[in-house]
Structure formats: structure tokens, C-alpha cells
Nanobody, 122 residues
Framework: QVQLVESGGGLVQAGGSLRLSCAASGGTFSTYAMGWFRQVPGKEREFVAHITWTKRTTYADSVKGRFTISRDNARVTVSLEMNSLKPEDTAVYYC????????????????WGQGTQVTVSS
């Protein structure tokens, strides 16, 4: 069965860094666009970043300059390096995948992970 599994979440102090990873299995993801989304309890899920199979990247304005998305097709993983973290970055972070073309739309993604909690303390 196709699955995406996130890891690397945890508690970090404001201004610190954290690296999230997503491992994909059960399908061919080397030509998929991979994305990261986040959700705060009581709020709708929002786009964070995505990377195409050609490694072109797109970031939400709220994280641009602080977060970096990357992928290792050989190991079928996608990572999110988060720097200069702020309390407002606190959320459950989800890894997602869709064929070929990247998108910032939640409904465009076919596969989702279970999420990993990131908590940034002040």
C-alpha cells in the first residue's frame, strides 16, 4: 500500500532549526511533485513548500528565506529544513505527493502522510 511517513518533528526554541523528512513507499515517486503542508488545530491546512521531480521549488511567503525543501530521488525521500523558527510555525506538518506537476492546492495531492508535530516555544 502506498504510504508517506514523516519524521523529525519535535519541540524547538524560537530561532532554532529543525529538519523534517518524509519517506515514500509503495509506488514510483521519482517523477512526482512532493509537498509540505501544515495545519494548526481549528485552522485549515495550508501550503508550505513543494518540489518538482526536476527539483524546482516553490515556497509560501510565510516561510520563504527560512525553509528549504529538497529531495533525494534515489532514496525516495523529501526533506524540509526549517531555520529561524517562530512560534507561529507551530503546527502538524504533512508530507504530500502528486504526479509530475507541483501545486499549492491541497486537493491536487493524491497521497498524504499522517503528519508530524512541530512545536516552537517562545
Amino acid at each position: 500500500q502506498v504510504q508517506l511517513v514523516e519524521s523529525g518533528g519535535g519541540l524547538v526554541q524560537a530561532g532554532g532549526s529543525l529538519r523534517l523528512s518524509c519517506a515514500a513507499s509503495g509506488g514510483t515517486f521519482s517523477t512526482y511533485a512532493m509537498g509540505w503542508f501544515r495545519q494548526v488545530p481549528g485552522k485549515e491546512r495550508e501550503f508550505v513548500a513543494h518540489i518538482t521531480w526536476t527539483k524546482r521549488t516553490t515556497y509560501a511567503d510565510s516561510v520563504k528565506g527560512r525553509f528549504t525543501i529538497s529531495r533525494d530521488n534515489a532514496r525516495v525521500t523529501v526533506s524540509l529544513e526549517m531555520n529561524s523558527l517562530k512560534p507561529e510555525d507551530t503546527a502538524v506538518y504533512y508530507c504530500a505527493a502528486r504526479p509530475l506537476v507541483g501545486s499549492t492546492r491541497i486537493s491536487d495531492y493524491n497521497y498524504w502522510g499522517q503528519g508530524t508535530q512541530v512545536t516552537v516555544s517562545s
